[in-house]
């Protein structure tokens, strides 16, 4: 897949903040403060842009025609929480401005939360021990 697609996929999701665009499995994921809010990949139906989603918005998603992101592994279709964006989106980023908020809340919502460092069991203290006196001579 041709860079200049991740740059401009980088270019429509701005809105989101500032993208960062890698290489991954062959495509590329696009990510906003090291989170991934889409990736791009050629299922069969040319490059595309796929955006995150989760439980909430796949209606959304669903509603306005966006396909899942689905593949073929071990004689199993699986899928993920991307969808394709929608046709219009992908002409400016004043278009694809809510989407690009949408898939920005899914990558937010799926973030696990840092797991608290579990407290050290304290030491206990060594006593203090007594001064020794000293005698005079």
């Known amino acids: 897949m041709d860079k200049s697609f991740a740059d401009y996929s980088c270019e429509l999701l701005q809105s989101a903040g500032p993208c960062v ?3 991954m499995f062959g495509g590329w994921g696009i990510s906003v403060d090291g989170m991934t809010i889409a990736i791009l990949a050629n299922l069969g139906g040319g490059d595309t842009l796929w955006l995150k989603a989760n439980a909430d918005t796949q209606t959304v998603f669903e509603a306005a025609g966006c396909q899942r992101f689905t593949y073929e592994a071990a004689g199993t279709t699986r899928g993920l929480n991307y969808y394709s964006a929608p046709a219009d ?3 400016s980023p ?3 401005q809510p ?3 949408l898939a920005l809340e899914a990558a937010l919502l799926a973030r696990k939360p840092a797991r608290p ?3 050290k069991p304290s030491k206990p203290s060594p006593k203090a021990k007594p001064a020794k006196q000293s005698r005079g001579r």
Do not use: D, V
Request: charged share 35%; no cysteine.
């Open 117 to 119: 460092k579990a407290a």
């Open 89 to 91: 989106a992908m002409e």
């Open 99 to 101: 989407w690009a908020r």
């Open 21 to 23: 665009a890698r290489r």
């Open 94 to 96: 004043a278009l694809m």
